[in-house]
């Protein structure tokens, strides 16, 4: 994990998951009996209310059809959004190279982990575990864009020989919004753009020095 404070990042290079901690996910309980069962229990609940609306609320004539039909479908799709999970993660994305989960990473999704440290004023300390859904190199050609006066729009850093794509670029800003890293300009009016907190420029400055993918060229263009 990466640590940041807001006048001297330190730096903890991440350590990713090895293959031993995730090998509880290949066997039958994690792959088929634990979804089945929750499957099961989410239908089983689903069947329960359904069947008292239709029998209370309703005064259905046959409540068993609708809560039957219901909870089946729950299910089903149930079922199948555990099994896409399971598939992402026990990296068969990577094994048949096939977006699988349908998130526009093969595989798992990279993530930069960053801890800040936020020294305040009054001696106050605070400290903030940041996921980033992107990967170092992508997030130092972000950094040594943003720092030398680049606009933060979607149009400077999606598209053909750009960094990113726009549903990766869209996740990562909206993240660091959230996070503290970028805020908006005027936030009354988001349409005179966005730029860099203050510790948001500790934490491009440490990843401006890394290798990264070719920036963008400079677009005037703010959101």
């Not at 994990?1 to 031993?20: C, G, H, L, R, S």
């Not at 089983?44 to 409540?63: E, G, H, K, N, R």
């Not at 020294?119 to 050609?141: F, M, R, Y």
């Amino acid at each position: 994990m990466n640590k940041f404070q807001t006048d001297a990042p330190i730096v903890q290079p991440p350590k990713p998951p090895t293959y031993a901690e995730k090998q509880f996910l290949h066997t039958f309980s994690a792959g088929a009996l634990l979804p089945l069962l929750q499957s099961t229990i989410t239908a089983f609940v689903i069947f329960i209310v359904v069947f008292v609306i239709a029998t209370l609320v309703f005064d259905a004539v046959d409540p068993f059809k609708p809560a039957g039909v219901i909870a089946t479908l729950v299910w089903g799709f149930t079922w199948l959004s555990l099994q896409k999970r399971w598939l992402s993660l026990t990296r068969l994305e990577e094994i048949f190279n096939v977006d699988l989960n349908n998130d526009q990473v093969i595989g798992e999704p990279q993530v930069v982990k960053i801890q800040v440290t936020d020294v305040k004023e009054s001696g106050h300390v605070e400290i903030h575990n940041i996921d980033l859904p992107t990967t170092p190199q992508k997030l130092s050609a972000l950094a040594q864009g943003l720092l030398n006066g680049m606009s933060c729009s979607e149009k400077t850093w999606t598209g053909a020989g750009k960094p990113f794509s726009s549903p990766e670029f869209r996740s990562l800003r909206t993240e660091m919004l959230r996070r503290g890293i970028l805020e908006y300009v005027s936030p009354k009016d988001p349409r005179q753009g966005i730029q860099l907190t203050k510790v948001g420029r500790a934490v491009m400055r440490h990843y401006s020095d890394l290798p990264s993918p070719t920036p963008p060229a400079d677009d005037a263009d703010a959101e």
